[in-house]
């Protein structure tokens, strides 16, 4: 018997009678329409000369999420800038930007005015603190014998550690150039990496950027995911040959999404700065996969058919996702490695609504 719509049962009883009265005709019909649900076995002679084919059912771990965008960079920090010592008049780079380098190698050679200059400051530096410091060792011994006054070591004093702060400044900007027998200034790398060269063309005042220099253990995938994919991320796959191990989720939420750095899993992921990636998210996962047309939907359910001997029987499930012809699901009932139905579903569920209706 099917059910009639609410409001013409509820304009033909008296507006008194008719709750009453659908109450009792909802509860005549509802064996009716789970008939089905309690027929736990189905012969599989209820699909007569019709065609029969079963599939294993397959237990997952792992489950394939929507594809996402990363971006090839590097944390803030993880740099290594070389910035000019001097003014120059002119830069000119010898090695293309987001090439690898290594050690002492050279990357650009500077010409100006005050090349000359700073070398003149390094050289005065250098005899500015060799003469202070032989000055502080003379008074260090007469400070000891109090022969000196306290004010005039503490002067002394200062001005021998000013010199020698001078002097390492000086030294540290020394250690990324290579000065040839011709004063030609050449800023070289100060480690090994991947050089990146500013995208401003003005690079001329001291203090201006030069280039930076990334280590290759730097270099990462930066990805924004779904809140949702944090708590289940197992890794992700660029390419077949490639996988991305997750190394960090940043602490800040966006919303409803979060970044995720991940980093090659071996050396056949190629990866260059700047680049834009393809990704495929794979997720932790408890349940199954099974074939999309082994589904069927009875009463805004969906169901599965499993095989017992020479009976089937019906097994609800949820679908999490689908990848290619197959869906992911979950059952309250293990069901990995059974055998589902296949072939012929439509015309199982059309004899369960027959039987429901019934």
Not at 28 to 42: C, G, H, M, T, W
Not at 84 to 108: C, M, R, W
Request: charge should be neutral; hydrophobic fraction near 40%.
């Amino acid at each position: 018997m099917p059910l009639l719509p609410l409001k013409k049962i509820l304009n033909f009883f008296p507006n008194n009678f008719g709750i009453l009265s659908l109450f009792f005709i909802t509860l005549y019909q509802i064996p009716s329409v789970l008939a089905f649900e309690k027929k736990e076995n189905i012969d599989l002679s209820v699909l007569g000369d019709f065609n029969i084919k079963f599939s294993k059912v397959k237990k997952e771990t792992l489950i394939v999420g929507q594809d996402l965008i990363g971006e090839v960079s590097y944390k803030s920090g993880e740099n290594y800038s070389v910035v000019l010592p001097f003014d120059v008049q002119k830069v000119t780079y010898h090695i293309k930007n987001g090439s690898y380098v290594e050690l002492g190698e050279t990357i650009a050679t500077v010409e100006g005015y005050d090349v000359h200059h700073f070398l003149d400051e390094f050289e005065s530096a250098k005899i500015i603190l060799r003469a202070s410091e032989n000055h502080f060792q003379t008074n260090k011994a007469y400070f000891e014998n109090k022969t000196i006054k306290s004010t005039q070591w503490i002067e002394i004093t200062k001005s021998y550690f000013k010199a020698k702060l001078n002097f390492e400044h000086f030294q540290h900007q020394m250690s990324f150039l290579h000065i040839d027998k011709n004063e030609k200034i050449s800023l070289v790398s100060p480690k090994n990496g991947i050089v990146k060269i500013p995208n401003f063309g003005n690079i001329k005042s001291e203090g201006d950027l030069a280039f930076d220099v990334i280590s290759t253990n730097s270099v990462k995938v930066k990805i924004t995911t779904p809140q949702s994919y944090a708590a289940n991320l197992s890794h992700f796959v660029m390419v077949s040959s490639c996988e991305l191990e997750i190394n960090n989720f940043e602490s800040i939420v966006d919303k409803y999404h979060q970044t995720v750095w991940a980093s090659p899993k071996s050396e056949q992921c190629t990866l260059t700065l700047g680049q834009s990636v393809k990704l495929t998210p794979v997720l932790n996962f408890v349940g199954y996969k099974v074939p999309q047309k082994s589904l069927f939907e009875l009463n805004d359910k969906d169901y599965i058919a499993i095989k017992s001997k020479d009976k089937i029987s019906l097994t609800a499930i949820v679908i999490v996702g689908s990848n290619n012809n197959e869906y992911y699901v979950t059952a309250k009932e293990d069901i990995s490695n059974k055998k589902v139905l296949v072939s012929s579903v439509s015309i199982l569920q059309g004899k369960l609504l027959a039987l429901g209706a019934g």
